[in-house]
């Protein structure tokens, strides 16, 4: 029974994405054909007519479209923890795959900090070089953000709970010893790795080479109807991929709080590829719509809406610790939401990375095709 709902959520979640990457495929190239065919009819005019003419959408900010998002520090720092988490996912699943990580009490997390440790250049890469590209100067600041930002929290957090949980003289509390060797990990081997990961970003993929130009002046966003606004985007953004892991999520959730074994990590492995092409997709649809509106600001649209889906995915773990669990007294509440904050802020920096990569992609693609004068 377990298998075939597990047979059954997975066929439902490929016939999403199928649906949807046809769905996208249609309608964007329909319609970019149809802009196409205006635009090249508007170079083939003179000034005077196409300046009478009726242009829109978004060949219109081709000379902001590429303009740096704001907070560039923290969006390149999670742009590459986001990276970072994809590849210790990737890693982490393959290995409990072929090596059957679940067998033994700690080794899946003893395993998944390893990887994370020794993946930091990616972070440091891909954080540093979009930094760069952005034209940003500050990039001590920017490369100890992307080292820190995502063990300060998960520190922060699990240091938290064990107070509380020493406080309750809990079976759960962290031993002394593995705190130190924790932050040394952070400080003696992240933070090393991750200065030449941004070095080695800055210098080999750190120029910007945008198909437009950037104008000097940033273009007035016009009025444009409430559904097309950047926050309801954002909020609308992230159903369809949470639809996609919903059952896979349930599973999850029971392996870990019910204590049960999870097994089916090549289950998992599907659901991963799943949720990146429909986030992927989602993403895309919804920069274009806000491009169209005229409205450039699609890097920070792009990533909130991919990582929306981290916030369904924490309002299901209310649901499921007051209808699915046992839990109660403070210590339990904590451990369980600390915990599972975590878990969607990392899912949410995931989720937000594929949705900016996938973006950012085709926006280059659409912008570099048209011939901007």
């Given at each position: ?17 199928i ?12 319609t970019l ?5 205006r ?16 242009e ?29 988490i994809?590849v210790v996912?990737?890693?982490v ?7 059957e ?6 080794s ?12 930091s250049?990616i ?5 540093g ?5 952005m034209?940003?100067?500050?990039w001590?600041?920017?490369m ?7 063990p300060?929290?998960?520190c922060g957090?699990?240091?938290?709970i064990?107070?509380?949980a020493?406080y309750?003289?809990?079976s ?29 970003g800055?210098?080999?993929?750190g120029?910007p ?15 444009k109807?409430w ?5 309801v ?10 639809g ?21 990590y ?7 590829i ?13 920069t274009?719509f ?5 409205d450039?600001r699609?890097?920070?649209t ?9 916030a ?19 210590f339990q ?10 878990f ?18 085709f ?11």
């Amino acid at each position: 029974m377990f298998l075939q709902i597990h047979w059954f959520s997975i066929f439902n979640s490929f016939m999403m994405v199928i649906f949807l990457v046809g769905l996208v495929s249609m309608i964007l190239m329909r319609t970019l054909r149809k802009d196409y065919a205006r635009y090249s009819k508007d170079e083939e005019m003179d000034d005077m007519e196409r300046d009478l003419g009726d242009e829109y959408g978004w060949k219109q900010v081709h000379g902001d479209v590429f303009r740096p998002p704001a907070h560039p520090v923290l969006f390149s720092a999670l742009i590459g923890s986001g990276h970072q988490i994809a590849v210790v996912t990737l890693c982490v699943v393959i290995f409990a795959i072929l090596g059957e990580l679940y067998t033994e009490r700690g080794s899946l997390l003893s395993t998944s900090i390893f990887v994370y440790a020794a993946t930091s250049p990616i972070n440091g890469y891909f954080g540093g070089s979009l930094y760069a590209r952005m034209g940003g100067k500050r990039w001590i600041k920017q490369m100890l953000m992307s080292a820190f930002l995502l063990p300060a929290m998960v520190c922060g957090t699990a240091f938290l709970i064990n107070f509380i949980a020493i406080y309750y003289h809990a079976s759960r509390a962290i031993p002394f010893g593995t705190m130190v060797a924790v932050t040394c990990i952070c400080l003696f081997v992240i933070l090393p790795l991750t200065l030449v990961g941004t070095v080695l970003g800055r210098n080999l993929a750190g120029q910007p080479n945008y198909p437009c130009r950037i104008n000097a002046v940033p273009r007035p966003i016009p009025e444009k109807k409430w559904f097309m606004e950047p926050a309801v985007i954002i909020v609308l953004g992230g159903i369809l991929p949470f639809g996609s892991i919903f059952i896979e999520m349930y599973f999850i959730f029971t392996s870990f709080w019910a204590y049960k074994i999870y097994y089916v990590y090549g289950f998992m492995l599907l659901v991963f590829i799943i949720l990146a092409v429909v986030t992927v997709c989602v993403t895309i649809v919804c920069t274009y719509f806000l491009l169209n509106a005229e409205d450039y600001r699609w890097q920070w649209t792009s990533f909130l809406s991919g990582g929306s889906t981290a916030a369904y995915v924490y309002v299901y773990s209310f649901y499921y610790f007051f209808f699915k669990t046992k839990m109660y007294g403070l210590f339990q509440t904590t451990f369980y939401f600390g915990y599972m904050a975590l878990f969607s802020i990392a899912l949410g920096i995931l989720c937000g990375s594929f949705g900016f990569v996938g973006t950012n992609t085709f926006v280059r693609k659409i912008y570099s095709t048209v011939k901007i004068d």
